[in-house]
């Protein structure tokens, strides 16, 4: 059975590992406390554009090092950045596990070039510019900026044209010397792990992060601007659109919420890809090409996201069919078949994924960094499996009541 473990070292970093000795491989992860919402404006961007940075070389390695030890590693790498983490994560043979804990290490002490920064700050910019030319990406982040506010939760995680084209080299090293301290991070392993191992080579390789210079704090953002290069309208229109995108956001429970099992197992009955309440109403009959809704949860709040995209002249009909369902289950709550096939579908896909180390170790990796605790399988799967109708009927009642903001991309 896998076995919970956890290290704090003498600089503050924090080990946990879900170990299992049967496996046949083992996933490893850095998180770091750092995301969209840890940035000031002229900051904006900055915690994704130094999960570039991380891949780009250190005193030990070049650019081109990096990448070709992943690949000889022959696992599955890569890394991710959102409001309110940084991942860089692995997955390898066993046998590779002290050369996989140094390369992910080393890559943590990078050594932000300036070559390599302006070279960077290109690639960002073309990243924006793809995602500008997806109309639902661009609605979900105004979503998120009229909801949240354009900062803090509501700040986008790629930043803007404006912010990347003139942050310095300069601030992202005070950033990255302000977030990226043993203290503010978590090394997070599951499956076949040696944690005896890891725990004694990382104190090792670690040992100077404690003297790494502390950044300084920046100045508070003035909150009666709005930051350059973010709008706030709710209507986007998009040139040539052939579809017509729906988004709405309104409040959900956070990550400490026990309503957040209740609130799942709701979004599953109303707005799962197949077999929901939204699929037969709106997919099923081919009247919308996505129908869905779904909880997002963040350390000290929550989002209740809906998504509906259809042909431009079927919105207003749709809305309403939409809306139909919605006010169906906070005026009738579910039945209890509803809830058993969501219960069953959610365990069924829990247990599945987590026979894959790579699956477990976000989970834990994010539970820890953000709340100090540790849920084992058997611990989640008890939580859904016991969520009863009256539950669903609760939160139904409370959160789908609420005013969504809405935003409208459409040509």
């Known amino acids: 059975m896998p076995e919970f473990k956890q290290a704090t070292l003498s600089n503050g970093l924090r080990i946990v590992a879900e170990t299992d000795s049967r496996g046949y491989s083992a996933a490893m992860g850095y998180f770091v406390r750092s995301g969209s919402r840890d940035e000031v404006d002229f900051e904006s961007g900055l915690s994704h554009f130094l999960e570039h940075m991380m891949f780009k070389g250190t005193a030990r390695r070049s650019a081109a090092d990096v990448n070709r030890e992943l690949d000889e590693l022959g696992g599955n790498s890569n890394a991710y950045t959102s409001e309110e983490q940084t991942v860089y994560y692995a997955t390898v043979l066993p046998k590779f596990q002290d050369r996989l804990v140094d390369l992910l290490t080393d890559m943590l002490s990078p050594s932000l070039a300036e070559d390599d920064f302006d070279t960077e700050r290109q690639v960002i910019l073309e990243e924006i510019a793809k995602y500008e030319d997806q109309p639902p990406f661009g609605a979900f982040e105004r979503a998120m900026e009229v909801y949240f506010g354009p900062r803090g939760l509501?700040?986008?995680?790629?930043?803007?044209?404006?912010?990347?084209?003139?942050?310095?080299?300069?601030?992202?090293?005070?950033?990255?010397?302000?977030?990226?301290?043993?203290?503010?991070?978590?090394?997070?392993?599951?499956?076949?792990?040696?944690?005896?191992?890891?725990?004694?080579?990382?104190?090792?390789?670690?040992?100077?992060?404690?003297?790494?210079?502390?950044?300084?704090?920046?100045?508070?953002?003035?909150?009666?601007?709005?930051?350059?290069?973010?709008?706030?309208?709710?209507?986007?229109?998009?040139?040539?659109?052939?579809?017509?995108?729906?988004?709405?956001?309104?409040?959900?429970?956070?990550?400490?919420?026990?309503?957040?099992?209740?609130?799942?197992?709701?979004?599953?009955?109303?707005?799962?890809?197949?077999?929901?309440?939204?699929?037969?109403?709106?997919?099923?009959?081919?009247?919308?090409?996505?129908?869905?809704?779904?909880?997002?949860?963040?350390?000290?709040?929550?989002?209740?996201?809906?998504?509906?995209?259809?042909?431009?002249?079927d919105l207003d009909s749709n809305r309403k069919l939409f809306d139909g369902v919605i006010s169906g289950v906070v005026e009738k709550g579910i039945e209890q078949d509803e809830l058993t096939q969501a219960i069953n579908k959610s365990v069924a896909g829990m247990i599945m994924q987590s026979e894959r180390p790579s699956n477990r170790l976000f989970g834990l990796g994010s539970r820890w960094l953000t709340m100090g605790k540790y849920h084992s399988l058997d611990d989640q799967l008890d939580l859904l499996r016991g969520v009863t109708v009256e539950q669903v009927s609760e939160v139904a009642k409370q959160y789908l009541v609420n005013e969504p903001v809405e935003i409208i991309a459409c040509e």
């Open 154 to 313: 509501g700040r986008r995680v790629l930043g803007t044209a404006e912010s990347i084209k003139a942050v310095t080299a300069g601030a992202m090293r005070d950033y990255f010397n302000r977030r990226y301290r043993p203290e503010n991070m978590v090394l997070a392993a599951t499956g076949n792990v040696d944690f005896d191992g890891l725990v004694a080579q990382v104190e090792s390789l670690t040992e100077h992060w404690a003297a790494r210079p502390i950044g300084t704090d920046p100045a508070a953002d003035d909150l009666a601007t709005v930051p350059e290069g973010i709008e706030l309208d709710r209507r986007l229109p998009i040139p040539d659109a052939s579809q017509a995108y729906l988004i709405r956001i309104s409040s959900g429970p956070s990550m400490a919420d026990q309503n957040r099992y209740p609130m799942r197992m709701l979004a599953s009955v109303v707005g799962d890809e197949g077999g929901s309440r939204l699929f037969w109403e709106l997919i099923d009959t081919g009247r919308a090409e996505v129908a869905t809704v779904w909880p997002q949860e963040f350390l000290d709040a929550g989002a209740w996201f809906t998504y509906l995209s259809c042909a431009p002249e």
